[in-house]
Nanobody
Framework: QVQLIESGGGLVQTGGSLRLSCAAS????????MGWFRQAPGKEREFVGV????????YYGESVKGRFTISRDNAMNTVFLQMNSLKPEDTAVYYC????????????????WGRGTQVTVSS
């Protein structure tokens, strides 16, 4: 069983930056692609990005491309999401995921999920 624990969320002003971390335990997650999704109140879960097992490939959702960067440290069993130039519309709960069984952009295909961390961007 894999456990994913997100951290690093918080309140930031427009234009600011945050770095989210996702610490994995219970299995060697270097064998899984790992992704990030987010969900704002009243909206569907949105694909943020995903990173392959050895750091490649990396894909991003259109709304975050050029502003967010995903990386991973397999020795630490940790995945990171660096978020720059944050906007109020980035406000959401951010979830870490692992082990997709299908399209990497489809949240339904991921087997493991963290509980999420809140990111709030004030205008």
């Amino acid at each position: 069983q894999v456990q994913l624990i997100e951290s690093g969320g918080g309140l930031v002003q427009t234009g600011g930056s945050l770095r989210l971390s996702c610490a994995a335990s219970g299995h060697i997650v270097s064998t899984y692609p790992m992704g990030w999704f987010r969900q704002a109140p009243g909206k569907e879960r949105e694909f943020v990005g995903v990173i392959g097992m050895n750091g490649r490939p990396v894909y991003y959702g259109e709304s975050v491309k050029g502003r967010f960067t995903i990386s991973r440290d397999n020795a630490m069993n940790t995945v990171f999401l660096q978020m720059n130039s944050l906007k109020p519309e980035d406000t959401a709960v951010y979830y870490c995921t692992a082990d997709p069984d299908g399209s990497w952009r489809d949240p339904e295909t991921y087997k493991y999920w963290g509980r999420g961390t809140q990111v709030t961007v004030s205008s």
